[in-house]
């Protein structure tokens, strides 16, 4: 399944924060352990969406064991280790924030934090960096 598939099958998720059984089984056969890993950093509400006011700028965030991960929703990029080790290369589809992001913005399982424009070029250097 290519990724605009995948992106494709997961907006079809709207049911009001609840994803059927059969939908669960499809979505673990596409994603194998990432849709589980996914599935519980949005149960644990570490999808984040960045509102810069007053530019109504967004920036998505999935907030990982050792820090925080840019989601780019637009162009399907993550800035994580896997998005480069595993996406890139061709050995998956998707890596569980990108995945996570998706279902959390499908299900309204996110949280909104409102920042102010002039914090945007600092939040986004700490985000982009690639050290732990």
Same mark, same amino acid.
């Given at each position: 399944m290519h990724y605009s598939?995948?992106?494709a099958e997961l907006e079809k998720l709207k049911v009001e924060g609840r994803i059927s059984r059969r939908k669960t089984d499809e979505l673990r056969r596409a994603f194998d352990a990432r849709f589980t890993?996914?599935?519980k950093l949005v149960r644990e509400g570490r999808v984040k969406k960045y509102v810069?006011?007053?530019s109504g700028k967004v920036q998505w965030i999935v907030v990982g064991n050792e820090r925080d991960y840019?989601? =780019?929703e637009a162009s399907g990029y993550c800035h994580c280790e896997g998005f480069y080790m595993s996406i890139m290369e061709g050995k998956a589809k998707a890596c569980k924030h990108l995945i996570?992001?998706?279902?959390?913005?499908?299900?309204?399982l996110y949280a909104v934090v409102e920042e102010e424009d002039e914090n =945007?070029? #600092?939040?986004?250097?700490e985000w982009r960096?690639?050290? #732990?």
């Amino acid at each position: 399944m290519h990724y605009s598939q995948v992106l494709a099958e997961l907006e079809k998720l709207k049911v009001e924060g609840r994803i059927s059984r059969r939908k669960t089984d499809e979505l673990r056969r596409a994603f194998d352990a990432r849709f589980t890993a996914a599935w519980k950093l949005v149960r644990e509400g570490r999808v984040k969406k960045y509102v810069f006011k007053p530019s109504g700028k967004v920036q998505w965030i999935v907030v990982g064991n050792e820090r925080d991960y840019l989601i =780019y929703e637009a162009s399907g990029y993550c800035h994580c280790e896997g998005f480069y080790m595993s996406i890139m290369e061709g050995k998956a589809k998707a890596c569980k924030h990108l995945i996570a992001q998706k279902l959390a913005c499908e299900l309204g399982l996110y949280a909104v934090v409102e920042e102010e424009d002039e914090n =945007y070029g #600092s939040l986004m250097e700490e985000w982009r960096k690639t050290e #732990s």
